[in-house]
T-cell receptor
């Protein structure tokens, strides 16, 4: 158990819909990262937040957005869903991740499996 | 940006050392090498990371060549539970982890 929690575990929805994925980082971790993993692919970095502020952006679509709240939990919002958005979405957290140096070890949650029909 | 190259798959006998190679020939001086593994579709698990020197922890050893263009992850006594996809990743200066396809390691009894 990494200490990172993600809800829901599974999500089935239809094209055109909007969903919200939730992540609670490990206690004390300031950084939250979101990744997308399509079937049999490596992980694609989407976005990182550090202490409430957006820190880095990867291959995140404009239809996707995220935020980190004052209690440090994070939400990833996916809208106008397409079949190709079906994937595992992982959240990870780390203690660091600001501008002072590498983030070090990232702890991953169990993921949310999104299926778009 | 530095990228990594790993063999798509490897086999190893249970109880033997598993040596997983990784090439990162364009790595720059301040970029770290990280190793993670992913068992089935679980969340990836951190294994080890290093900059220049060889590193060892309770899970594995990381050997980085002097020119830093390649590295090897060593699992000293592989067990069936070590069957997983192993990712070698270079941490960019903006602290993103850019993941490749990894090496699927199969431990055989």
């Amino acid at each position: 158990d990494s200490g990172v929690t993600q809800t829901p575990k599974h999500l089935i929805t239809a094209t055109g819909q909007r969903v919200t994925l939730r992540c609670s980082p490990r206690s004390g971790d300031l950084s939250v990262y979101w990744y997308q993993q399509s079937l049999d692919q490596g992980l694609q970095f989407l976005i990182q937040y550090y202490n409430g502020e957006e820190r880095a952006k990867g291959n995140i679509l404009e239809r996707f957005s995220a935020q980190q709240f004052p209690d440090l939990h994070s939400e990833l919002n996916l809208s106008s869903l397409e079949l190709g958005d079906s994937a595992l979405y992982f959240c990870a957290s780390s203690v660091r991740g600001g501008l002072a140096g590498p983030s070090g070890e990232q702890f991953f949650g169990p993921g949310t499996r999104l299926t778009v029909l | 940006d530095a990228k990594t190259t790993q063999p798509p798959s490897m086999d190893c006998a249970e109880g033997r050392a598993a040596n997983l190679p990784c090439n990162h020939s364009t790595i720059s001086g301040n970029e770290y090498v990280y190793w993670y593994r992913q068992i089935h579709s679980q969340g990836p698990q951190y294994i080890i990371h290093g900059l220049k020197n060889n590193e060892t922890n309770e899970m594995a050893s990381l050997i980085i060549t002097e020119d830093r263009k390649s590295s090897t992850l060593i699992l000293p006594h592989a067990t069936l539970r070590d069957t997983a996809v192993y990712y070698c990743i270079v941490m960019y200066s903006n602290y993103q982890l850019i993941w490749g396809a990894g090496t699927k390691l199969i431990i055989k009894p």
